[in-house]
């Protein structure tokens, strides 16, 4: 059965008859890490999975929302003071609070939805929720919100309601995102840009290292400072450089005597990590996927030791793809634990799997989760 139907035929026996069906996407970055908040390009796109809704007006002021994959119903009302108890409705409600504060229009409805994106495993699951939510409440109110504001909602309620300060790449991708492509944006002027990705004769996979991001929240400020005092003293030369991503890189060697060693080590990751996604972008135009797979390396490395957000389990994990010829590898997302996207020939595919799998066992113990990712469609309507 799929989850259209699965939500559909769920929904008919909670609430009677049918509602209207929406669904959004999880995501993948291929390459722009801990660019966004320097200014920089993010390259994500949606996934296959994602989340699926059925939803329908009740006619009152409750809301009451069953979840299947928690197997549990939310009853909320709409004012401030309505927050529920449990974390998974606190997306849904955040999204109906962010949508009546954009003077969207949101009453009372039934909805019941699940999902398949792996929670908390890098892909956003939480951004497919809320951006199913938003897609669907906009739809079914005729607000007409477009559909970066419906972005915002989604970011919105990570900040107001979950405690996550999110950018806005994952819920931007889960809205935006669509099959067969990857989506070039620029974190600082929200322009962006779609790229063809059909890596024929290649899949997509992501080995989950089952590290949890502890170092992640102090060790990403840290980051952040050093970015902004690299930025600094370049911008006191180069008074056009707003944020770190518009220097070059030889604006960072006038500084060098000027800044600590670590900040500037932090800095010429982010130059040349700004740089790659132009690279990938221009290597997609051409089909050229082993280049794309070489700049993935490359951003491994810069992760590992300029930035030093990587860990020894995620280095391990590259090191073996790497001595399996997989075309592409590096960690992704923020760090410190977390996946890696690797770019595996088909043909070397199964090989790549059992190696990586015995040799992560071999030494730590458990078995890495496997994920394969293909691009699919962001926010619709099913
Ligand atoms: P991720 O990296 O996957 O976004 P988060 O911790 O940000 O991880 O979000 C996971 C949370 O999103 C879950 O704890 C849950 O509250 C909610 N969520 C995600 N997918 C589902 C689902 N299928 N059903 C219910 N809640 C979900
Ligand atoms: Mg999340």
């Known amino acids: 059965m799929s989850i259209k139907q699965l939500v559909e035929e769920k929904f008919a026996s909670l609430f009677g008859g049918d509602g209207r069906t929406f669904a959004s996407a999880g995501r993948i970055n291929l390459i722009?890490?801990?660019?966004?908040?320097?200014?920089?390009?993010?390259?994500?796109?949606?996934?296959?999975?994602?989340?699926?809704?059925?939803?329908?007006?009740?006619?009152?002021d409750t809301v009451r929302v069953w979840s299947v994959d928690f197997d549990g119903m939310s009853e909320f009302g709409l004012a401030e003071?309505?927050?529920?108890?449990?974390?998974?409705?606190?997306?849904?409600?955040?999204?109906?609070?962010?949508?009546l504060?954009?003077?969207?229009?949101?009453?009372?409805?039934?909805?019941?939805?699940?999902?398949?994106?792996?929670?908390?495993?890098?892909?956003s699951s939480s951004a497919a929720l809320e951006s199913a939510f938003a897609f669907g409440l906009n739809e079914v109110y005729g607000n007409g919100l477009d559909k970066f504001t419906?972005?915002?909602?989604?970011?919105?309620?990570?900040?107001?309601?979950?405690?996550?300060?999110?950018g806005i790449m994952d819920q931007f991708a889960s809205v935006f995102g669509k099959q067969g492509s990857l989506i070039r944006l620029n974190c600082k002027t929200l322009e962006y840009k779609y790229f063809p990705f059909n890596p024929e004769g290649y899949r997509l996979v992501l080995v989950d290292s089952g590290v949890k991001h502890q170092l992640a929240s102090s060790a990403y400020n840290d980051r952040r400072h050093s970015c902004e005092r690299?930025?600094?003293?370049?911008?006191?030369?180069?008074?056009?450089?707003?944020?770190?991503?518009?220097?070059?890189?030889?604006?960072?060697?006038?500084v060098r005597e000027e800044i600590s060693q670590e900040d500037f080590l932090r800095?010429?990751?982010?130059?040349?990590?700004?740089?790659?996604?132009?690279?990938?972008?221009?290597?997609?135009?051409?089909?050229?996927?082993?280049?794309?797979?070489?700049?993935?390396?490359?951003?491994?490395?810069?992760?590992?030791?300029?930035?030093?957000v990587s860990c020894e389990e995620l280095d391990f994990l590259n090191r073996i793809a790497r001595r399996c010829e997989v075309t592409g590898s590096r960690v992704m997302g923020g760090g410190f634990g977390g996946c890696t996207v690797n770019l595996v020939r088909d043909e070397l595919y199964d090989g790549f799997i059992s190696t990586v799998k015995s040799a992560y066992s071999e030494k730590y113990g458990r078995e890495p989760r496997i994920l394969d990712v293909v691009t699919g469609d962001g926010a619709r309507e099913l």
């Open 81 to 99: 003071e309505d927050l529920p108890e449990q974390l998974w409705a606190r997306y849904i409600f955040g999204v109906c609070r962010e949508t």
């Open 230 to 254: 690299a930025a600094e003293a370049i911008r006191k030369r180069h008074p056009e450089v707003e944020f770190l991503s518009d220097s070059k890189r030889i604006w960072l060697e006038e």
């Open 267 to 308: 800095a010429e990751y982010v130059i040349g990590e700004v740089q790659r996604v132009l690279d990938v972008c221009d290597a997609l135009e051409r089909s050229d996927y082993e280049t794309v797979g070489e700049l993935m390396y490359q951003t491994h490395f810069g992760l590992s030791r300029l930035y030093e």
């Open 101 to 123: 504060k954009r003077g969207g229009k949101v009453e009372g409805f039934d909805a019941v939805f699940a999902g398949d994106v792996p929670l908390g495993a890098g892909l």
């Open 150 to 166: 419906l972005a915002r909602i989604g970011q919105s309620t990570e900040h107001n309601y979950c405690g996550t300060k999110c």
């Open 32 to 60: 722009g890490e801990h660019t966004d908040y320097n200014g920089g390009y993010v390259f994500p796109g949606a996934i296959s999975c994602g989340i699926t809704v059925t939803m329908r007006p009740n006619g009152g």
